[in-house]
Nanobody
Framework: QVQLVESGGGLVQPGGSLRLSCAASGIIASINTMGWYRQAPGNQRELVATITNGGSTNYADSVKGRFTISRDNAKNTVYLQMNSLQPEDTAVYYC????????????WGQGTQVTVSS
């Protein structure tokens, strides 16, 4: 049993910042990747950023330099610091866990709404 719970979404003005959190509970493999994906209306779900248990990160080109992903392994929590937010960042943001090294099990959070608007 694994559960991912996101928090920190909301409404922010263009140029503003938000920090998303995702806490994982249950059986978490030592080797895993946690990350954030987002889905805007009419769009496919897309990768935003991922981070391994060892701290290796990967970012979508659209957010590179503006967003920073981090994690606290002791808390099984991943964070997404979002700066210089733009209206194009408006989407539902989903937390993701790839549990395991070779044989992976994928889990998703319920999502948290991020709206960037004046």
């Amino acid at each position: 049993q694994v559960q991912l719970v996101e928090s920190g979404g909301g409404l922010v003005q263009p140029g503003g910042s938000l920090r998303l959190s995702c806490a994982a509970s249950g059986i978490i493999a030592s080797i895993n990747t946690m990350g954030w994906y987002r889905q805007a209306p009419g769009n496919q779900r897309e990768l935003v950023a991922t981070i391994t248990n060892g701290g290796s990160t990967n970012y979508a080109d659209s957010v590179k330099g503006r967003f920073t992903i981090s994690r606290d392994n002791a808390k099984n929590t991943v964070y997404l610091q979002m700066n210089s937010l733009q209206p194009e960042d408006t989407a539902v943001y989903y937390c993701n866990l790839q549990n395991g090294r070779f044989i992976k099990t994928t889990f998703w959070g319920q999502g948290t709404q991020v709206t960037v608007s004046s």
